[in-house]
């Protein structure tokens, strides 16, 4: 089966920094890539970033270029996302998921990796930005 888990989520203050954490099982981590999602309250899901992991192409979401990235670590099939300098507007639950590598190579420029569908999904991890 395949199996997400997000971890490293918290409560911390507005201009620090965090690191999110999402093991992938189940699946052959280089055929895959990785897309971190987030959920704030009131709003709908929003692509924060991704990673291609055979090629580690990366696409980001405008509103975190220059503040987050993304990265891998295959040995031990995880995905990490650094959260710095966040803002309040950062607090959300945030989620990794799965998508074929190929598929987002292809597909993913110009922001259309975000729309993408992609299908397994973590529990999520929630982040709290306080002022």
């Known amino acids: 089966d395949v199996r997400l888990v997000e971890s490293g989520g918290g409560l911390a203050q507005a201009g620090g920094s965090l690191t999110l954490s999402c093991v992938v099982s189940?699946?052959?981590?280089?055929?895959?890539?990785v897309g971190w999602f987030r959920r704030a309250p009131g709003k709908e899901r929003e692509g924060v970033s991704c990673?291609?992991?055979?090629?580690?192409?990366?696409y980001y979401a405008d509103f975190v270029k220059g503040r987050f990235t993304i990265s891998n670590y295959g040995a031990k099939s995880t995905v990490y996302l650094h959260l710095n300098n966040r803002k309040q507007e950062d607090t959300a639950v945030y989620y990794c998921?799965?998508?074929?590598?190929?598929?987002?190579?292809?597909?993913?420029?110009?922001?259309?990796?975000?729309?993408?569908?992609?299908?397994?999904w973590g529990q999520g991890t929630q982040v709290t930005v306080a002022s």
């Open positions: 998921t799965t998508n074929w590598g190929r598929t987002v190579a292809e597909n993913g420029g110009g922001g259309g990796w975000s729309s993408l569908y992609w299908d397994y």
């Open positions: 189940g699946i052959t981590f280089y055929d895959y890539a």
């Open positions: 990673i291609v992991n055979e090629d580690n192409t990366i």
